[in-house]
Structures are given as structure tokens and as C-alpha cells.
């Protein structure tokens, strides 16, 4: 019987900081950080070459800073993401998985320098590539580094793991009609004000025809479904096939 191949050749997943902790008291949930990872390592070795964005929303969010220099406050936050990547990183290796973190800013006693070139040969040499620090520069969220990278290393999708199963009509908590969208287009969320993703990351992905699948994390199992093709979450930009 032929093996079954893997429905995305090369991912990028971004990771919450939230989706981190996932409800503990502490900024980490390491229970939760090694299932992440098995997850992870199940689809290496199904053949998917696996990237990952993570925010810091477990640490620090650059709004948190009121009264700071916004710039600052947005410097914070990278430096955070920094924390979440070498945290995934540990316990990665620990678990088998041959990982490198590549972070914008250059910080080369933790990390690599972010250089696409190389970020692309440790893909195709079986190895996660974890990218921290966002972009680089302030202003921009982490949300805006996935589709960036991911357009860059020329991701076949981006899967946003969120802490909502997909996009709704209405806020499902708030509103026991609200019923979910299977598919949805970049203009109608920027349109409709939906705050699934940032602005500045929808129009970049409507611009350059990066698909995204927006699916819980709850069940860290998604993410194995989602490579295969199934019908999870809801898809931006993109047809179910």
C-alpha cells in the first residue's frame, strides 16, 4: 500500500504566545510545549518541512507599555518572542527534532541570524526553523513576520493556531447563532473589520496570494490534520481542495 503524502510540502506555523501558556499560571505550559513538539516531529516525519512564527502575548504585548515610546515597548516584545523560541527550541531536542531559531535582530550567542538562503537549507535538510523577533522593526506583529516569512521561504500555507476553531459570523461567545465560515476572502475581512489577523498582515497575503488556515490550538493534533488536508478551521485566500 503507497504511504500517504503529506497534503503541504513546507508550512509555516504561528504559534501565540497565549497559545503557549495555554492557561497555566506560570508564561509556559511545558506539558503543552512538548505536545506542541511530538505534533511537530510527527509531521517532519511525515516529509513536511516545518517552520514557526511565535509571538510573545505570553510575556509582553508593546501596548501593555502606555506610557513608553511605542518603539520601545514594540523592542520589548521581540526580545520576548525570543524567550518563546528558545523555550520551543529545548524542548524540541529534547524530544529528537533538529532545530535551529533564526531571529531578525542579531543576537548570535542565542541564535542564528535570520538569512533566508540558510533558513531554506535547514528546511531541506529536515530541520524546524524557528524565526524570532518578528520582523525586525517596531510597528509591525508577529502576525506580519508569518506571512512575510512565509513568503519568503515559499511556504505552501500559513496555519494561524489561534485559541478560536475558525472564523465566525459573530463573536460565538457572545452570540449562540454565530456560525462558522469554512472560507473566507483577504478583502472581506478587511472590509468587514474582522480581526482574525492584523490588517497589515491580510492586505501583504492578499497581495502576494499567501493562503492561510486559521484553526484551535486547543487540540494540538490540528496541526497534523491540517498538513494532511482536512477540513478544519477556516481558510483565508484560499479554496478547500
Given amino acids: 500500500m503507497e504511504e500517504k503524502k503529506p497534503h503541504y510540502k513546507r508550512i509555516l506555523v504561528k504559534l501565540s504566545g497565549e497559545a503557549l501558556s495555554n492557561g497555566d499560571k506560570g508564561i509556559l505550559n511545558y506539558d503543552f510545549l512538548e505536545e506542541i513538539g511530538r505534533v511537530i516531529k510527527t509531521c517532519v516525519d511525515m516529509g513536511t518541512q516545518v517552520s514557526i512564527v511565535v509571538g510573545a502575548g505570553n510575556i509582553w504585548r508593546g501596548r501593555q507599555g502606555v506610557n513608553m515610546d511605542r518603539a520601545r515597548a514594540d523592542h520589548m516584545g521581540m526580545l520576548a518572542t525570543v524567550i518563546n523560541c528558545l523555550a520551543l527550541q529545548d524542548t524540541f531536542e529534547r524530544i529528537g527534532l533538529e532545530t535551529r531559531v533564526m531571529t531578525a535582530v542579531e543576537m548570535q550567542q542565542f541564535a542564528e541570524p535570520y538569512i533566508r538562503n540558510k533558513a531554506i537549507s535547514h ?70 473589520g474582522l480581526r482574525v489577523l492584523d490588517f497589515t498582515a491580510t492586505s501583504f497575503s492578499m ?35
Fill in 123 to 192: 528546511l531541506e535538510k529536515g530541520k524546524v526553523v524557528i524565526f524570532g523577533c518578528g520582523i525586525g522593526s517596531p510597528f509591525f506583529s508577529t502576525d506580519t513576520a508569518a506571512v512575510l516569512r512565509a513568503a519568503e521561504i515559499c511556504a505552501d500555507i500559513v496555519l494561524l493556531a489561534k485559541n478560536v476553531d475558525g472564523v465566525y459570523t459573530a463573536d460565538p461567545k457572545l452570540d449562540p447563532n454565530a456560525k462558522k465560515i469554512d472560507s473566507i476572502e483577504y478583502i472581506d475581512i478587511l472590509r468587514e
Fill in 207 to 241: 497581495e502576494n496570494h499567501i493562503p492561510i488556515l486559521l484553526f484551535g490550538l486547543d487540540n494540538p493534533q490540528n496541526i497534523i490534520k491540517a498538513v494532511n488536508g482536512e477540513k478544519i478551521g477556516t481558510i483565508v485566500g484560499g479554496t478547500r481542495k
